[in-house]
């Protein structure tokens, strides 16, 4: 995709190793690769299952790896009245917990079967 980064890493070492070509979208990306036009399509797992599973190509393509895993962060405003030492050690708290419980994963694969859902009704 255009402007899409996988991480430094990755970036860098795909400018020296990779013949790597840009499209507008992931439809693009996905059709090219069901038409042998490409080897691979670079895209971020869980919304590229989603949209295979919209475009009806979840049979003809199958995700492979991940090239990188990069985190995510919460941030909260200077000025917000959640920047406290107590409200940052009750966010760092439940999403400790939350990882523990395996809640990111639920929710992902919750996600994952509402939009199925929801794609499916809108055609």
């Not at 080897?39 to 590229?48: N, Q, R, V």
């Not at 299952?49 to 941030?75: C, P």
């Amino acid at each position: 995709m255009i402007n899409n980064s996988f991480g430094q890493t990755f970036d860098d070492f795909s400018k020296k190793h990779l013949d790597l070509i840009s499209v507008s979208g992931i439809e693009q990306a996905f059709k090219m690769l069901t038409a042998k036009r490409v080897d691979y399509a670079l895209y971020e797992k869980s919304p590229g299952l989603a949209y295979l599973d919209l475009l009806d190509m979840n049979t003809d393509v199958v995700s492979l790896a991940s090239i990188s895993s990069e985190g995510l962060f919460l941030t909260i405003s200077k000025k917000s009245p959640c920047n406290s030492p107590k409200m940052k050690q009750k966010l760092n708290g439940v999403l400790k917990t939350m990882a523990i419980d395996g809640f990111n994963e639920k929710a992902l694969t919750q996600s994952l079967l509402d939009w199925k859902r929801y794609t499916h009704q809108a055609h």
